[in-house]
């Protein structure tokens, strides 16, 4: 018989929405879990049985597409950008790297080109909420004695040099720079990935394990406004700012685990 802890742990491993059923459901859908690898209980879960799906019933598929419909979406997105990938008119060697961010901020890019005076004050309201977030980052390990969030800002900053001295980007031709933009002048710098919005990400991943809501969603909020300004100034690709997120996330995840190792082996 299951032990509670036995049962949560299945449930963690499983994730939200693949949980397994109650035993009296089980019963139920038996046969059609044996036979498909479908569960039809409470949440259900597509199970990596050894019986392949050619044998699902109608019933299984029209299950799969109701109760699991973010994998049915990624795949119909799958689908979706093979095409595009396998039809789409590659950007000659010629012609600079289309970038949808910079046609959508076309209109932006041109106010910042022809207004220096509004460029210059953006960047250096950036510089403050990039300064925000070093302080927030470093206060978390030397005021509070919470290191992850350093940890995990220099995990993320090793990675982005390595790649971006590895793959160096064409800056792209319609650059507005500014002195006031940080690092302060108009020096070289890294385009893949963006630090300035995965600094920004690991701060507010640490402000939501610390519960300071407000604080989080603001970060967020000026973390948008940053990224819409970055492209408005051709200072980063889209890539770069897409990967800056993902960066955060992972750094900060990794920095969780490497933390949660050394407390382990302090134990033992």
Same mark, same amino acid.
């Given at each position: 018989?299951?032990?509670?802890?036995?049962?949560?742990?299945?449930?963690?491993?499983?994730?939200?929405?693949?949980?397994?059923?109650?035993?009296?459901?089980?019963?139920?859908? +038996?046969?059609?879990?044996?036979?498909?690898? %479908?569960?039809?209980?409470?949440?259900?879960?597509?199970?990596?049985?050894?019986?392949?799906?050619?044998?699902?019933?109608?019933?299984?598929?029209?299950?799969?597409?109701?109760?699991?419909?973010?994998?049915?979406?990624?795949?119909?997105?799958?689908?979706?950008?093979?095409? %595009?990938?396998?039809?789409?008119?590659?950007?000659?060697?010629?012609?600079?790297?289309?970038?949808?961010?910079?046609? %959508?901020?076309?209109?932006?890019?041109?106010? *910042?080109?022809?207004?220096?005076?509004?460029?210059?004050?953006?960047?250096?309201?950036?510089?403050?909420?990039?300064?925000?977030?070093?302080?927030?980052?470093?206060?978390?390990?030397?005021?509070?004695?919470?290191?992850?969030?350093?940890?995990?800002?220099?995990?993320?900053?090793?990675?982005?040099?390595?790649?971006?001295?590895?793959?160096?980007?064409?800056?792209?031709?319609?650059?507005?720079?500014?002195?006031?933009?940080?690092?302060?002048?108009?020096?070289?710098?890294?385009?893949?990935?963006?630090?300035?919005?995965? +600094?920004?990400?690991?701060?507010?991943?640490?402000?939501?394990?610390?519960?300071?809501?407000?604080?989080?969603?603001?970060?967020?909020? *000026?973390?948008?406004?940053?990224?819409?300004?970055?492209?408005?100034?051709?200072?980063?690709?889209?890539?770069?700012?897409?990967?800056?997120?993902?960066?955060?996330?992972?750094?900060?995840?990794?920095?969780?685990?490497?933390?949660?190792?050394?407390?382990?082996?302090?134990?033992?």
């Amino acid at each position: 018989m299951k032990t509670a802890e036995a049962t949560a742990a299945t449930t963690t491993v499983l994730g939200p929405g693949f949980k397994r059923s109650p035993k009296s459901n089980d019963k139920v859908n +038996g046969t059609a879990a044996k036979k498909t690898g %479908v569960n039809h209980g409470n949440g259900g879960y597509i199970s990596n049985g050894k019986v392949s799906f050619m044998k699902w019933t109608l019933d299984d598929v029209v299950y799969v597409a109701k109760y699991h419909r973010l994998p049915c979406f990624f795949a119909a997105c799958f689908l979706f950008f093979i095409y %595009v990938e396998y039809t789409l008119r590659m950007v000659p060697d010629s012609s600079p790297p289309y970038d949808l961010g910079f046609v %959508v901020t076309r209109s932006f890019h041109r106010a *910042l080109a022809s207004w220096p005076e509004l460029n210059s004050l953006l960047a250096a309201l950036n510089t403050v909420f990039v300064a925000m977030q070093s302080v927030y980052i470093i206060g978390t390990w030397v005021v509070e004695g919470r290191p992850r969030a350093t940890i995990s800002a220099l995990f993320m900053f090793t990675c982005r040099g390595i790649l971006g001295y590895t793959t160096q980007l064409p800056l792209p031709q319609e650059f507005v720079g500014s002195g006031m933009d940080f690092p302060v002048g108009n020096v070289s710098f890294f385009l893949f990935y963006s630090g300035h919005v995965a +600094g920004s990400v690991i701060a507010s991943l640490d402000m939501r394990r610390m519960q300071r809501w407000e604080l989080a969603w603001l970060f967020d909020i *000026l973390n948008v406004l940053q990224a819409v300004r970055l492209l408005g100034t051709r200072g980063h690709y889209t890539i770069d700012l897409a990967v800056g997120v993902g960066a955060g996330i992972l750094f900060d995840s990794l920095a969780g685990k490497y933390i949660e190792s050394r407390r382990k082996s302090a134990v033992a």
